[in-house]
């Protein structure tokens, strides 16, 4: 069995995302902490737009550790630290979830994050039939 993603016309929803995923049993799981932007050396990108290139690269090779790839994410929840961010948020996102069916997603707008000079956080739940 397949993963489905439902959109029902019930609900009224705009974007790229879906409203849920139903993941099969025997599906492989893979749930990715919070990435936030720091590079490979330690370092936070700086500002928001290479902040958020960074977080999805993060992502990317934790999902190639699992033996997965963006293609597999069925739910992301992004936190931003300011509703302004969400533009470069989208675009960043938008490089690398290309094509339908979207993951379902939350996109929320918090006070901080662990360190005063993080502007983002995306964590993802992936998934895989077996």
Do not use: H
């Not at 700086?46 to 999902?63: D, S, T």
């Amino acid at each position: 069995m397949a993963i489905k993603f439902l959109n029902p016309k019930s609900v009224s929803f705009s974007g790229k995302y879906s409203l849920a995923a139903e993941v099969p049993a025997g599906t492989q799981l893979l749930f990715v902490s919070g990435q936030v932007g720091t590079a490979p050396d330690g370092k936070l990108a700086p500002g928001i737009e290479a902040q958020c290139e960074q977080v999805w690269k993060n992502i990317g090779e934790v999902l190639k550790a699992g033996g997965m790839g963006y293609k597999d994410i069925v739910k992301m929840t992004t936190f931003l630290t300011d509703s302004r961010f969400i533009p470069a948020s989208r675009v960043a996102r938008d490089a690398v979830i290309t094509a339908e069916p979207y993951p379902s997603s939350t996109l929320l707008i918090v006070q901080g994050l662990a360190d005063p000079a993080m502007l983002v956080e995306i964590e993802v739940l992936a998934a895989k039939p077996s």
